[in-house]
């Protein structure tokens, strides 16, 4: 299955991913801010991230736009999941790089459905 590297700042919903995550067979790398994600991104290549917007220091959108952007890890899809549904975050998320954008609470159905659609390119 897939690596899929969790950036989010909040104990409960990393977790809450994680066990969905790997129930499903995946295996799960976490963050608790942009700037460690980005970092362990390029260290690590996970197959997907899934990034939270709201964090101290680099936001998601910042963090996004990192990893898109270099050529590194330009061909890792970033999946925004955050409480964010304004249709402005949504255009801004897009416009970073992200393949795909969710709003908690996420369904593992959604969840699983949108790694496997940004996974197939």
């Known amino acids: 299955m897939a690596r899929i590297l969790v950036v989010d700042d909040s104990p409960t919903e990393t977790e809450a991913f994680r066990s969905?995550?790997?129930k499903n067979g995946?295996?799960?790398?976490?963050?608790?801010n942009g700037a460690d994600?980005?970092?362990?991104a390029?260290?690590?290549k996970?197959?997907?991230v899934l990034m939270d917007i709201v964090m101290p220091g680099l936001n998601g959108f910042q963090a996004t736009r990192q990893l898109t952007k270099d050529p590194e890890t330009q061909h890792i899809p970033v999946i925004?999941?955050?409480t964010k549904d304004q249709e402005?975050?949504?255009v801004w998320g897009k416009r970073q790089?992200?393949?795909?954008?969710?709003v908690k609470p996420v369904a593992e159905a959604t969840l699983l459905s949108e790694i496997a659609s940004a996974m197939a390119g």
């Open 20 to 22: 969905m995550l790997e």
């Open 46 to 48: 996970p197959d997907v």
């Open 97 to 102: 790089g992200a393949s795909g954008y969710l």
């Open 42 to 44: 390029r260290k690590e």
């Open 37 to 40: 994600g980005v970092a362990l």
């Open 80 to 82: 925004i999941v955050t």
């Open 88 to 90: 402005t975050d949504r």
């Open 26 to 32: 995946h295996e799960v790398l976490t963050a608790e």
